[in-house]
């Protein structure tokens, strides 16, 4: 991928096989990367991104203000969230199997005594991927019946730079894990933002015309998720 300058902008361009230009700012330092037509020539492509100067800086601005949680520890006392609610980690050392139970504002972790920082991360992930699919399987029907669609697999995983994606050519879908942690209207809008690009591929008038119609209230949505504290190595959409 090769890498262009424009004063004090720096960006990644990746020629594609599109109709149209893509501007997107990465989190968490704001990176700029360009998608463009492979027809399209480099004094067209930086004159369009010239054009967006002001909209890249204001985004890059706004993932330097969002706040961040602090490296995890996995110790009793530090804070976690579990469907946009804050909870205090309470880590519990016994025999037996790992295991999470929530109430009363607390995250409370069983696991064996010695148990690694990793481990108990990787107990508390489980839990946070076993909330999620259970959402999922509970929204995804109603949502493939109300749009038309039907996808033939979805899942949830760790992703670095986007909420969610999707590949329309198998009609798969994945849902970053990150989303147990946010509001429940969150993971419905990226869930519905996903599936909305087995209708439009490409983010146009098209495509915010159906999210419009599905999801009025999308930008209310899409702005609640952004401005929630990011994990520490994380994201944006």
Known sequence: ?????????????????????????????????????????????????????????????????????????????????LWGQRYRLDVVERP????????????????KPGTSIENKALVLAQ???????????????????????????WGVKKMKTKWGSCNTQAKRIWLNLELAKKPPECLEYILIHELVHLLERNHNERFRAHMEKYLPDWRERRDLLNKMPLAFENWAY
């Open 1 to 81: 991928m090769a890498l262009y300058h424009i004063g004090p902008i720096e960006f990644q361009l990746l020629r594609k096989p599109i109709k149209n230009l893509h501007i997107s700012v990465l989190p968490p330092e704001g990176k700029v990367r360009v998608s463009a037509p492979e027809q399209m020539t480099d004094t067209a492509i930086r004159m369009a991104v010239t054009s967006r100067i002001p909209w890249i800086k204001r985004q890059q601005t706004d993932f330097a203000n969002q706040p961040r949680q602090s490296d995890r520890e996995m110790v009793s006392g530090e804070c976690h969230y």
């Open 96 to 111: 037996g199997r790992h295991e999470i139970k929530v109430g009363r504002g607390k995250i409370h972790l069983y696991v």
């Open 127 to 153: 839990y946070h991927r076993a909330e999620m699919k259970s959402r999922i399987m509970s929204l995804i029907s109603e949502w493939q019946d109300a749009l038309g669609v039907s996808v033939t697999a």
